[in-house]
């Protein structure tokens, strides 16, 4: 069993549509990022997570540490968020990744 | 400069041969990073640098791989000895204090072992 667990591995969605991107750890944790990587890109820390939500313009993310569980959320999303969605304890163990691809 | 500056960034070299990649991190950042993404593949940490601590090099994947940082600011990461399977890109990262802050990362040094 991998200790930070993303799902799901790939998503389609339409441009508009509510997204959520799952991820869980087993791993100690003292923060846990999101990071986003365009095909051919860099990766763009998008949210650093110890606990709560936290919220930048259509994103939104949240922690439960109990559970060990953290979502990524887009709210009415658009072509341009496609894209890769890294989960990371640490920025130290890393999830596989989910690919996000947004229709038009 | 304003971010996390990696070079060169895509490197051919024969198999068997030493490479060396640099880091620029953004000035003051006391934590470094290196990741390896191989194609199609996740992110893999190699080795952590912070402040004048012992760096965690509990990700190198073999003694063929080392790095070091000067004066707690530029680092290099060496590579031995080249194989084939060494092929991927090479990214680093920083971060500054509080260490509760997110990770700034380099656009990475694409390197190709033939």
């Known amino acids: 069993k991998n200790e930070v667990e993303q799902s799901p591995q790939n998503l389609t969605a339409q441009e508009g549509e509510f997204i959520t991107i799952n991820c869980s750890y087993s791993v100690g944790i003292s923060a846990l990022h999101w990071l986003q990587q365009h095909p051919g890109g860099g990766i763009v820390s998008l949210f650093m997570?110890?606990?709560g939500k936290k919220k930048h313009g259509r994103l939104i993310a949240t922690i439960n540490i109990q559970e060990k569980h953290s979502s990524l959320h887009i709210t009415a999303s658009h072509p341009r968020d496609s894209a890769v969605y890294i989960c990371?304890?640490?920025?130290?163990?890393f999830g596989a990744g989910t690919i996000l691809r947004v229709k038009s | 400069g304003a971010g996390v500056s990696q070079s060169p960034s895509n490197k051919v070299t024969e198999k068997g041969k030493d490479v060396e990649l640099r880091c620029d991190p953004i000035?003051?950042?006391?934590?470094l990073y290196w990741y390896r993404q191989s194609l199609g593949q996740g992110l893999e940490f190699l080795i952590y640098?912070?402040?004048?601590?012992?760096?965690?090099k509990s990700g190198l994947p073999s003694d063929r791989f080392s790095a070091e940082r000067t004066g707690g600011s530029v680092s290099t990461l060496t590579i031995q000895r080249t194989q084939q399977e060494d092929s991927a890109v090479y990214l680093c990262a920083s971060k500054g204090q509080p260490m509760n802050t997110e990770a700034f990362f380099g656009q990475g040094t694409r390197l190709t072992v033939v």
């Open positions: 640098f912070q402040g004048n601590s012992a760096p965690d």
């Open positions: 990371a304890v640490r920025i130290l163990v």
């Open positions: 997570l110890s606990s």
């Open positions: 000035s003051g950042h006391t934590a």
